[in-house]
């Protein structure tokens, strides 16, 4: 048995991560095939990817749906191609990381390269449906991340239950005897248009008034394909300007992992400016569980139904309202409560054991298994 780990888009994402994660930890015999896109020629560069797939002798072809379907428009269209590829060739499995809700689609087109779709709104999102509905309908299996996940899957795309299967979002776990240091607020993530990266600079300055003794720093990590994409041109200049004058605001163009494994490790609070409210897991929210960091976001699903256990800390945790103010009073919480972030931290690192990444590897290689006896 062979498992060819398929990940058909180049871009540094949440479901990259996951691919690498999940690749390291399989410990049967496997490959990883990733998209190499070729400056101007998507069509090509995934033709390519095409026969690269064809030449591979793996029994089990699983593939990572990138969520953001609007990322690059072109290539999206020939995953069905892709996925019959696999079919025929052997065993067919897609992890389905996320759902997108259909109210989302102007603001996720807003942040892509495709801003011109939004007047065909509609239509792409009957192309979404109608895409997934034929790659979910050849696999042998799919794998999602929560419950939530399942139901609407069942729903949306007709899919059998029999046929999905839940496998939690993994997480490295804390080692023991790390101790954080000087405060460090961290948004990790990329820089989009619809996130309110802006709010958390404002919240940091209000909150370097009130807590004037306490060395604060914060980091923005943004990849290096956002950093060049023209939609967020603007803002970007707006976040520059605004840390230009502050030493303790750093922004990090395209950081290596062990550089974010490093500072996450001295991280204290999490922010996560989400607004979309697509049905996924948030990975990084996990990562921030994994090292028992209380993290601030906002009330959509992704963080209210797997974060549920930390109801008692919603109003907290989780805003309404992303508002500087609102946002700066949290933090202070988290910052001058000890007593509340040991709770949350404690609460986070004991729900996160469950989902460590050798347990979430294991959990698939049973899954190749079973879809292999078939």
Known sequence: MKIAILLPDVKLTGVNY??????????????????????????????????????????????????????????????????????????LIVTFHAIIDPNDVPLLLQDSNYRWLKLLSHTVWNI?????????????????????????????????????????????????????????????????????????????????????????????????????MTSIFRKLTDIMKMSKDDPNIRILVNPSETEIENILRKTSIGVLPYRENTLESSGVAWRYAGLGIPFIGTRVPKLLYEFSFLNHF?????????????LARSIKVLLLDNEVYKKISKLLLGVSRSRSWSRVAKMHMRVYREVLLK
């Open 128 to 228: 979404y449906i109608m895409v997934n509905k034929f790659i979910l309908a050849l696999a042998d299996r799919v794998i999602v991340h929560n419950s939530l996940i399942q139901t609407y899957l069942s729903e949306l795309f007709k899919v059998k239950s029999k046929k999905v299967i839940v496998i939690p979002h993994g997480t490295i776990l804390v080692k023991k005897g790390e101790q954080k240091q000087q405060p460090l607020i961290l948004y990790l993530g990329s820089l989009r248009a619809c996130r309110s990266i802006i709010s958390i600079i404002h919240a940091f300055k209000i909150l370097q008034k009130d807590i004037p003794l306490a060395q604060l720093s914060m980091l923005l990590f943004i990849s290096e394909e956002r950093y060049n």
């Open 18 to 91: 996951y691919s690498i994660q999940l690749f390291h930890r399989v410990t049967l015999p496997k490959e990883f095939i990733s998209f190499q896109e070729r400056k101007h020629r998507s069509s090509l560069s995934f033709l390519y990817y095409l026969t690269r797939v064809l030449k591979s002798n793996a029994s089990i072809y699983h593939i990572q749906l990138e969520p953001r379907f609007f990322k690059n428009f072109v290539c999206q269209m020939f995953l069905p191609v892709l996925a019959l590829l696999c079919k025929l060739k052997g065993k």
């Open 314 to 326: 919603n109003d907290t945790l989780f805003l309404k309202d992303f508002t500087p103010i609102d």
